[in-house]
């Protein structure tokens, strides 16, 4: 049912500073261009590690949902993980008779695919973010 790691998400303050600290991980040309989703409250920022992406996202506007999580989480921190799957709705009610919960309605996510958010509470503390492939298995 879930397939490939996609990314991890990094909540940051400011993505501007953090570019920075990962061009110098991973090099100038890893580190994308800065969007902003205001659908999702988020500015995003992918970074590529050679076997998945860093997903930087920072608060935009002061609804952002991250704004608790960097209240909790000052210095920023691992916010997420984003797995690919074939079928987004298949995999919900897969993961849903797995005991999970989904967190709100699917919605377009930064890949511009549809994605879903899985509440921690019943993924051993993490939260997941399902991410429907543009390519199955690709
Ligand atoms: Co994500």
Known sequence: MFGRLNHVGVATRSIAEARGHYAR?????????????????????????????????????????LAGFLERNPAGGQHHLCFEVADLDAAIRDAVSAGARPLGEPRLGAHGTRVVFLHPREMGGVLVELMEAAHAGH
């Open 25 to 65: 991980l991973f090099g100038a040309a890893a580190v994308g261009e800065s969007f902003d989703l205001p659908a999702q409250g988020v500015r995003v920022c992918f970074v590529d590690a050679p076997n998945a992406q860093i997903e930087l996202i920072e608060p935009l506007g002061d609804a952002s949902p």
